[in-house]
């Protein structure tokens, strides 16, 4: 059975290509990307989905409360028989109703070790702070701001001459890897949540 998988985005979109590469080469098996949903119009994201025949879909968030977007979110996921929802680069809170329709079954890619430095400009968080070590994190979504269970984290050393730019492109690299990775693991039926704990069956 092909596991149906919908990505929320509002940027560029480089996980995305992630995860669709890492199908195409049969790394991810059994699943396919069905619908790809953003909330910018202009988002790169959308594009990279119509270069590989995946239905692009822009909802505009403008006079539009958050509980009705969301449900015009869910109206899609359900138009595409969605198993998996992927956050990807995507710059909105979730409401409960898509939380509560997809609970363990939305994951987010977050670039810091959580639960160090959540929301927006991680990487300038982490490199402001003066930490020595900075990273990336997949875990499921939950009701809170980045709080849901961890699934995978990746290090990445704070190099001496690092700037805020460089750091992010060498995090960037390892989310890349991570987030193919629990999604791949997701796929196989091999994470299984125990409180907060998640267990890779791997």
């Not at 015009?72 to 898509?98: N, P, S």
């Amino acid at each position: 059975m092909t596991v149906k998988i919908a990505v929320l985005v509002s940027g560029r979109g480089s996980n995305l290509q992630a995860i669709i590469d890492s199908i195409e080469k049969g790394y991810i098996k059994n699943a396919a990307v069905n619908v790809v949903i953003s909330n910018k119009a202009d988002a790169y994201a959308l594009e990279r989905a119509r270069k590989h025949g995946i239905n692009a879909v822009f909802l505009d968030p403008k006079e539009r409360d958050r509980d009705e977007y969301d449900r015009e979110i869910l109206k899609v996921l359900r138009q595409y028989d969605t198993d998996l929802l992927l956050l990807a680069g995507y710059f909105r809170l979730l409401g409960t109703d898509i939380i509560e329709a997809y609970r363990h079954r939305i994951l987010n890619i977050h670039p810091s070790l959580l639960p160090a430095f959540k929301g927006l400009h991680a990487q300038k968080q982490a490199f402001e702070y003066g930490v020595k070590v900075a990273g990336c994190t997949v875990h499921f979504v939950d009701e809170g701001l980045d709080s849901g269970p961890i699934i995978i984290q990746k290090c990445v050393p704070v190099l001496p001459g690092d700037t805020e730019e460089t750091l992010t492109d060498r995090i960037l690299e390892q989310e890349h890897i991570i987030y193919p990775e629990a999604v791949r693991l997701f796929v196989e039926g091999k994470l299984k949540v125990e409180g907060r704990n998640v267990i890779a069956l791997d």
